[in-house]
């Protein structure tokens, strides 16, 4: 990380800043585009990492890009003893963003989030990938006039389960190590089979009813090892019934989750059922999707103190669960982006001075998590 901080520009054009986060892929910084002023993010990986996924991801987000809720790919190479990808500056995570709202939110926001999350997923698999780790963190808001547009990151684990011509599936697999967040992974991911769209979907349903719960039932369990722990969540999670997991909330949730659970392998979900059932629940308890979610609510009627308190600056923001990479039980974790906006500034050295100055009075403003 002190080695990055030598490098003050990339792709002859973006100044980087300050640093924003960490993963075992490396460092994300703020960078300003001396030409535009616009302000994006720069993540730097070693070219000497054990398991260097940048490049990988940076691929995958090219042949993603052009749809809302994918962040766009500004550059992209390889400079020196790093692998270098510069793409939009988002906002806080929805992990992030529970914490804030005192790790609850309202049923209208889960469903409103639910049907953009779907969306997300959906067009990922109709371009032929998995993603293989959803979760809160896994999913950031916006900026600016984006900032009700949730946006799906971190493609470092997505493998693609058809061929894109012939859209040949993956074969069944058995055997295969644990690969995503144990807290939310499916079943079948945690019974060691193959994944497939079907896993995502469940995934999502997880993330759901721990968004209304505030926790899940196979949280806070005791082990002497991660494989251990593991096996009891699995354990957990197979005794634990849609309905009994569902209890006291709406059926549509339970409904979900055993439709993702009986689907088969190769199965192509039913993705606009899925939404639907939820935004008829939306409807009926008298709601709208009108993109107002509870971090706006409470923002709005934060007192000012509250405010500052809740607006302390964010360097970054660790995930709060366990990730499992490719390799057996190897341990990797996502970034977040802070959130800023986008202005014109003048010169390369004022630019960046300049951009400093407006987020620290930006933060007394924006609704950001504080570092924990």
Known sequence: AREALQIAKVGGTYILGRKL??????????AVNTQTGEELAVKLESTKSKHPMLMYEAKLLKHLQGVPGIASIHYCDVEGDYNVMVMDLLGPSLEDLFNICHRKFSLKTVLMIADQMLYRIEYLHSRNF????IKPDNFLIGVGRKANQVNIIDFGLAKKYRDSKSYQHIAYREGKALTGTARYASINTHLGIEQSRRD?????GYVLVYFLRGSLPWQG??????????????????????????????????TYISYCRGLCFEERPDYSYLRRILSELLTREGHRNDMVFDWAVQQSTSTPSASSSMLSPLSHCMPSTPVVSRTPVETRDSSHILLQSCRPLDSSLAMLQRSKDRQHARERDY??????
């Open 21 to 30: 986060g960490s993963g075992s892929f490396g460092d994300i910084y703020f």
């Open 130 to 133: 998995i993603h293989r780790d």
């Open 200 to 204: 995502d979907l469940e995934a999502v």
């Open 221 to 254: 369990l005791q082990a002497r090892t991660k494989l251990d722990k593991y096996e009891q969540i699995k354990r957990k999670k197979m005794e634990t019934h849609a309905e009994t997991l569902c209890r006291g909330l709406p059926q549509e949730f339970a």
């Open 367 to 372: 609704y950001l998590l504080a570092t924990p």
